[in-house]
């Protein structure tokens, strides 16, 4: 039986870790946000399956002149090797679907950057 928790990579959450101190977060927000990744599955990138998805999208990326960031590669890979649908606020990765991610959902960042008083 598929495990019903949302995924996260843990490529993912470096980056989330990082932007939290980027953006001064202070402890409460922080204890916040490692509670609600507590309940996340973590998709890790040292398996086979996600390093023959890597090394298919990058191929196919520079293929067609799409130069990725390698942290969007370790995402989209892990995404690919999941056969999950991958949840993104920015556009990076609509060249891969249906081909390599099967679903992608953009939510727009700039609402909730008004939200915050993020830059």
């Known amino acids: 039986m598929a495990d019903p928790r949302p995924a996260i990579s843990i490529v993912t959450e470096g980056e989330l870790r990082s932007l939290a101190i980027q953006w001064k977060w ?17 998709v890790l990138v040292d398996s086979p ?6 090394e298919a999208i990058d191929a196919y990326s520079e293929s067609i002149g799409r130069t990725m960031g390698k942290n969007d590669l370790w995402i989209a890979a892990a995404a690919s090797a999941m056969n999950a649908t991958l949840i993104t606020t920015d556009k990076d990765f609509h060249h891969l679907q249906p081909e390599y991610i099967p679903a992608i959902d953009w939510i727009d960042p700039e609402p909730f950057k008004r939200l915050e008083g993020m830059p």
């Open 26 to 42: 202070r402890a409460r927000k922080k204890d916040q946000m490692r509670f609600y990744l507590q309940y996340f599955l973590r």
């Open 49 to 54: 399956i996600v390093f023959e998805a890597y």
